[in-house]
């Protein structure tokens, strides 16, 4: 960061003393005509985020009446509480509710650690050249959209798939459907994720691994310190404030989880195994253009999900790490 | 000297130790290497190998899927036939033509509307810089859902158009939060110089910031790219029945994911012949997949010299 010779002899930078000390000086309309500019610049986003994010905000409010596509939000009635009465009375939605985080639990359990793990196995190898490979191979599933994983796994797991031909000419007549049966869905859906999103989400831990310092590890073997006291005491203790962080932000989308994977499986498991809560919106509001129902639903999850946000960062100020963000 | 040669023997029996390897580091158990390059090669088969097969079934031949009885593993009588037959026309060379375009304009749009509001952001102490700011990170964390956006896209004429494929999507806060970053860390010298120069907001975004930063912006392209090219759901909610318009991964969704039987006109049949050589449908399925993820395969190199850098960023501003 250090500045060319030329460039210092110069009276300190306007920059340096920008900000605070030209804010207090001037007036907001001279600020205001000074900046416009960079003003106009953030106007197309800004329409873009006012359009599709804050009008359906305000299109919530369906939430409260009882909706008709030809009246419109404007000429709608109001229903009051009455779709919220009805959702909490809904053995569907319960259903979806505790399904979501019978999915989410499964997958936050089975997933979470495959990440860890894999990068403290990178980590320990010790050619770069092969560290480079793995680290691309097992990257690359991220990349690739929820409907390809599905077809992949269909075409392993499925009734026409490899695994279905290998059982089949190895004597077992009718091998079990893994990608339709029901009860073995919540595992298929952490599979998927496994393979799909645990070379993504190692490269995070991978780059903490690095910020470890090697004396720790150094000092640690000279007092005799055994492989996995060092793994435990130094290397997961290191990683812990990344882990804390990642789990935050599982949990705070928890009941938002896999709307895509399960949507594109729904009609393969069927809706007592993929319905979730997200799900269970969408196949209320759009597929059956029960369009008040539906978004009450939404708006439940919506306001769950920032409750849920601000509990896990609080909880994580708490045990002392910093969060998602700070106070 | 007398001491290096009686250590020599025993460093002889021991296995060569890697001069890689930490002093502090005990050398593993020969048992130990053997498990850790197991898993390793389980690891790489686990996701090579199901796409290997993929793209080996998408070229084979009848016979060979036949004697395979589904899936190829063994390579017998490799064709291009599948993909012959897609290149003719029909749905599948339609829905790829169609997902380039959406990728192609969406990642222009998406790019240029970022550009301007990470720059626009970027300078502390510009007015309303702030709240702006505020404004856009609200909607990562609260949104009005599903229907409700798709009652706006349809009030605004976007059913079966595709630019609700496009604008819904077009602004990544996310993205802009990153880039704003990078923008943040250019030497606020050189702008402030050009400024004295007289160089105007948009020259210097043009001129100093952009060439600057060609890395972040690439890969910011890149995983706009990525995410219309991979982008399902908008389709299926705002373009469900005309199968005319849909982009590859609904195709992909609608014919082999669900399984149900393409349209059958002409050179679209699933299964078919080119010239006389027959083509299994299971290698046209497979030829879809494969065309599904290649675009992906060529472009990843280059997303993955950098992301680190960008998921690094992302953990730490997000």
Redesign the interface.
Known sequence: ?A?PEV?QEAPP???AR???A??SKLS?AH??R??R??????L???V??L??????????V?AFQDYDLYD?ITHSPWAGLANFQQLFADPGFWHAFTNTLVLFSVQLVLSFPVPIA?AI?LD????RRLRGI?Q??????H??????V???F???LGG???L??FL??HGVASPPNLMTDPAFFKFLVAGQLI?KES??NM??YL?ALAAIS?SL??AA??DGAS?WQRTRHITLSGLRP?MV?LLILNLGFALTFG??QM??QY?AVGPGAASTL?IF??EN??VQGN?SY??AA??F??VT??IL?LLANKVAHLFGESG?YRK | MAATTAAAPTAVKARRRDPRRPVWQEQPKATTQAAKSGTIVVILLVIAFPLYSIVLTSLSDQTSVNIAGGMVVWPHGLTFSAYKLIAAGGVVGRALMISLLVTAVGTALSMLVTILASYGLSRTGSFGHRTILWFMMLTMFFSGGVIPLFLVVSALGGFDQYWALIAPSAVSVFNIIVMRAFFMNIGSDMIESARIDGAGEWRILWRIVLPTSRAVTAVIALFYAVTYWNSWFNILLFMPSDSVKWPLQMVLYTYITQGNPMPGAGTTTIGGFVGNQQIAPLSIQMAVVTLTVVPVLIVYPFVQKHFTKGVLLGAIKG
Not at chain 1, 37 to 42: A, E, G, N, V
Not at chain 1, 51 to 60: D, I, K, N, R
Not at chain 1, 124 to 127: C, D, F, K, Q
């Open positions: 960061m500045t460039l930078a306007p920059a920008s900000g605070a030209r804010k907001w600020r205001l000074r900046d500019t960079l003003i106009l610049m953030t197309p986003a800004g873009l985020l359009v599709f994010g804050y009008t359906p905000m305000l299109g919530l369906m419109g894999l196995l320990s190898i010790l050619s793995i691309s191979v097992v990257t690359l599933p990349f690739f959209s929820m409907v390809m599905v077809s992949i269909d075409q392993m026409t798939g490899l279905d031909t089949r000419g393979w070379g993504w490269i995070v780059a090697p590890y150094e073997a000279v492989w990344i962080l709307f895509e949507l594109i009609a997200t919106s969408y509001g759009i369009y539906g978004a939404g708006l999850l919506g999900s920032v946000i998602l």
